[in-house]
């Protein structure tokens, strides 16, 4: 007997080769539009029965798709995400996996293919995948918008970067079916072939803010006690928030003539401690006599595996420590300090409307003063944005791209370079077009 069952994103066909109760199970799944994939469905059921079930998965494929009919052994793309999945997610969760893909980079990878890959063409066959698809894919990404919301039913198109993520870990999943599933990986870009093949969208460049001292310190005068040596520490440092904030007593030298802090963890989602981004994120950072006195009165009293800034109110738990939830630290904290910066004592933003009843509510971080008075901040930086200054600082003292790249603990020079390339390019140029200017000036001069 042959039966037809419907499943989440297919029909399928199922049957004992030979009809008998010891014959090997055999089925054919069909995937596409409902109606269509029943249609076939049916077509592979009446072959079933006219060959009194003697025939195999493939010849049914064979017959009912032709040329399109998946090769023996091939899985569906949402088959082998589950299998490479399994492969790299480590039985410790602090340590790295296959390939050294830590658990929540992995889980990073799995929220972009359950988001924006699978719900497109998981359904399709590893040999079904080819440019053709993709080009379809990527179109249907560009057109799709997320950030939905009651106020903003439109919501906002995707970005460009979000695109070319998907590809890129597409390309590493289609990548590691290659030559079990697939000969080559169609994701890739064939020798001598046109750099972009299948419609991704330009890449959005580097939007890192530099900030300059009067305005670093503009933001130190705002913040309140609680983040107040957080940021002194980070830009001061260039350590990434997840790595200063899970800093122990034990990990930092705070005397001698060379104060210095052994960056060995950093803080996951979820509140978890793990190792950091990569290998060379384990390291030892130098630092200056005024960051070791701030580190040295943080650490006045507390025990060596007491957390140098633990989240205030929160208590240590068995299995979990008193870390600060990064969202929350930017929101309630990080985010008024930026918003009182930006507000003038003489021209302060309106108040906000009395309400009937109960008290006025307080400023939004978006509501701030709208003069032209010196000395209020006008950018709106992130807290990264501190790494990134002091990195840029680092750059125009005269360090060099190892000394940088090893100071903040990037994997590769490569990455360095991408993101701090124009700051090496710009270094002497403004006292260059002076001199241009002054000289030009001579010329003007003389011809007079």
């Not at 590493?172 to 064939?190: E, K």
Request: contains cysteine; glycine residues 8%.
């Amino acid at each position: 007997m042959a039966s037809i069952e419907e499943r989440a994103k297919s029909v399928r066909v199922c049957w004992r080769l030979g009809g008998t109760r010891d014959g090997a199970r055999q089925s054919a799944a069909f995937t596409g539009p409902p109606t269509a994939a029943r249609v076939l469905a049916e077509k592979a059921k009446k072959l079933v029965v006219a060959y009194e079930r003697r025939i195999t998965r493939e010849e049914v494929l064979r017959l009912v798709l032709g040329d399109d009919a998946p090769k023996s052994g091939d899985i569906t793309l949402a088959e082998w995400v589950k299998m490479w999945e399994a492969d790299r997610r480590p039985i410790n969760p602090d340590a790295p996996g296959l390939d050294d893909i830590q658990a929540d980079t992995l889980d990073g990878y799995m929220q972009v293919l359950r988001l924006r890959v699978l719900p497109y063409i998981g359904h399709k066959y590893l040999s079904e995948i080819t440019e053709d698809v993709l080009r379809v894919w990527i179109k249907q990404l560009k057109g799709s918008r997320v950030g939905r919301t009651k106020k903003n039913r439109a919501g906002r198109p995707i970005s460009a970067s979000t695109v070319r993520r998907a590809h890129g870990v597409l390309h590493m999943v289609l990548g590691a079916a290659v030559p079990r599933f697939i000969p080559v990986n169609p994701a890739a870009r064939p020798a001598g072939t046109k750099k972009n093949r299948v419609g991704l969208p330009k890449p959005v460049p580097f939007e890192g803010m530099f900030l300059t001292p009067s305005e670093v310190d503009q933001i130190h005068a705002s913040c309140d006690s609680l983040i107040r040596d957080i940021w002194y520490v980070l830009v001061n440092t260039g350590l990434r928030l997840g790595e200063l904030l899970v800093l122990r007593v034990q990990d930092v030298t705070v005397e001698g003539d060379e104060p210095e802090i052994r960056v060995r963890r950093a803080l996951k989602k979820g509140g978890r401690i793990g190792l950091p981004k990569s290998a060379k994120s384990i390291r030892p950072v130098s630092t200056s006599t005024d960051v070791a006195k701030v580190l040295a009165a943080r650490c006045k009293g507390k025990r060596p595996r007491d957390l140098i800034f633990p989240c205030p109110g929160k208590k240590k738990t068995k299995g979990a420590e008193p870390t600060w939830a990064e969202n929350n630290l930017n929101r309630r904290h990080w985010q008024p300090a930026v918003a009182a910066a930006m507000r003038c004592d003489e021209h302060p933003p309106p108040l906000p409307p009395k309400p009937k009843r109960g008290p006025r509510r307080k400023l939004r971080p978006d509501e701030v003063s709208t003069c032209g008075c010196p000395g209020l901040l006008r950018r709106r930086p992130r807290l990264h944005d501190g790494r990134h200054t002091h990195a840029s600082e680092l750059i125009h003292a005269g360090w060099q791209l190892h000394e940088v790249q090893n100071r903040l603990g990037h994997a590769s020079p490569l990455t360095t370079l991408t993101i701090y390339g124009h700051a090496w390019e710009g270094r002497g140029y403004t006292a260059r077009l002076d001199e241009l200017g002054a000289r030009r000036a001579m010329v003007e001069d003389e011809a007079a």
